[in-house]
């Protein structure tokens, strides 16, 4: 009986810790947060998934073998998941983790992981660590009698960290030709002044950059 009191308390210790860590978490998701896509659902499933593990972790942690695979479980139903933000990611299994480690018991692990992994997500994205533009899609119009693939390589050369050709087809009934491109611009380089230098090229006809992670088919 005492045992049982003794395995409840613990479980509910763990379970407080894994709550009022994740809240932490949470809190450092949402400061430096800056996607396209908040979602008050995935803050609510953050904590409430480091509670769940918390709580599981502490009932299986006699089998070592079974907690992992638990965790790996919980892995898989992450990537069925509408998750598309590899940051969103880590912070879900950041509170994965913590509500392990708070389940096991091991208290000081985990309020150091969340004070520690807290602490280096402030400084990244305080100082902007990694600063780049994201990949972007250029899609050029050309006139058919304009058309050669070198029209624009000394601009793309010049004024881009990495330019590939990802597809060229016809449009406008044969007439014209639309080349897409996968670029990633230099940082001091502003998008309006890219599309002007291009269009001094194609006889002004259409040009345009969009930030969409895959070219469409």
């Given amino acids: 009986m005492e045992r049982d009191k003794m395995d409840l308390t613990t479980t509910i210790i763990g379970i407080l ?3 009022g860590l994740s809240l932490i978490i949470t809190n450092v998701y949402q400061i430096t947060f800056k ?3 908040y979602s008050q659902s995935f803050v609510h499933t953050i904590i409430i998934m480091s509670i769940i593990v918390s709580a599981v972790m502490n009932i299986i942690s006699d089998n070592a073998g079974v907690a992992f695979g638990l965790f790996a479980i919980f892995s898989l139903i992450r990537f069925r998941s509408a998750v598309t933000d590899a940051k969103d990611i880590a912070f879900m299994f950041f509170g994965l983790i913590v509500g392990m480690a708070a389940g096991l018991n091991q208290i000081g692990i985990a309020v150091l992981l969340t004070i520690f992994g807290s602490l280096v997500i402030f400084c990244l994205d305080k100082f902007n660590y990694g600063k780049g533009k994201d990949t972007q899609i250029l899609k050029i119009t050309v006139p058919e009698n304009l058309n050669h693939e070198d ?4 601009i793309l050369n010049e004024h881009t960290e990495s330019h590939v050709l990802r597809k060229a087809e016809t449009t406008n009934l044969g007439t014209m030709i639309l ?3 996968a670029i990633r611009s ?3 380089i502003r998008d309006e002044d890219l599309l002007n230098m291009i269009r001094e090229r194609n006889a002004n006809l259409k040009v345009s950059i969009s930030y969409l992670e895959a070219v469409e088919s």
């Avoid at 029209?151 to 000394?154: A, K, V, Y």
């Fill in 17 to 19: 810790f894994a709550a």
């Fill in 35 to 37: 996607g396209e896509r």
């Fill in 151 to 154: 029209l624009f390589e000394d």
């Fill in 179 to 181: 080349y897409t491109y």
């Fill in 186 to 188: 230099k940082t001091d």
